[in-house]
């Protein structure tokens, strides 16, 4: 599944991640990141707004609830 993940508040896109299995997003694994758009300041990740999405947690990236949005689609093959 590949997920679009947005910032809560402005709605910028700041991952493309590409999730297995369904459920809560808790973490981002660094080899399913597809696309990354956040910044990252030092271990924390934030938006361009300012908004902190999750910490760098050096195995993944623990993310923020409610700081985020996701989108995504089942890729069909
Ligand atoms: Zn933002």
Known sequence: MM???RCAKCKRKLFK??????GR???LWPDRIVED???HDGLEIRCQCG???GV???KFIKMKPR???RSGSYVRK
């Open 67 to 69: 700081s985020f949005v």
């Open 17 to 22: 991640y590409k999730k297995i299995g369904a």
């Open 51 to 53: 908004n902190l999405i």
């Open 3 to 5: 997920l679009i993940i």
């Open 37 to 39: 758009h956040s910044i």
């Open 25 to 27: 997003l808790l973490h």
């Open 56 to 58: 760098d947690e050096r």
